[in-house]
């Protein structure tokens, strides 16, 4: 199944469609053997929202890693999620995610009413304060998002 998510793997080297409203400096898209990453920075957040239509995502996934961590075996913290907008309103799903330093895939199941969503919007942001999740704030690298 394709996914509805654009440029879910960064395969263009460019940010569009997804949007970062921390600004330009909290993200980097860079290359990695075939394929290609986002780095987000300490604060940042990624955004992409599906053009209007008629949707039944049942699964977010993606694959994360932390971008520098303190001492092996540390973890950086981040959030994500999904809001399905309907007809008849909006649902959110989310979760938290602790990247270390390798690549993991993460999986956001949507168990949603049976009514079409009209769009879906995606997040990722990167933790802030490392007191308040007992884990460390720092950068992660995301790549592969897939919404199906």
């Known amino acids: 199944m394709d996914s509805l998510l654009i440029n879910g793997d960064f395969g263009t080297g460019k ?51 932390a971008g520098q961590t303190l001492k092996p075996g540390d973890f950086v913290m981040f959030s994500y999620s999904a809001l399905v907008t309907t007809a008849e309103g909006a649902e959110g799903y989310g979760d938290l995610g602790a990247a270390t330093e390798t690549w993991q895939t993460m999986t956001l199941n949507i168990d949603r009413k049976p009514s079409p969503a009209t769009t879906v919007t995606v997040q990722v942001h990167t933790a802030s304060d490392p007191e308040k999740l007992n884990g460390q704030p720092g950068q992660v690298h995301f790549r592969n998002f897939r919404l199906v």
């Open 15 to 65: 940010l569009a469609p997804w949007t970062s409203a921390s600004g330009e400096e909290t993200w980097e898209i860079k290359p990695e053997g075939a394929g290609y990453y986002i780095q987000l920075t300490k604060a940042a957040e990624l955004t992409q929202n599906t053009p209007e239509g008629s949707y039944k995502p049942t699964v977010l996934t993606f694959e994360a890693r």
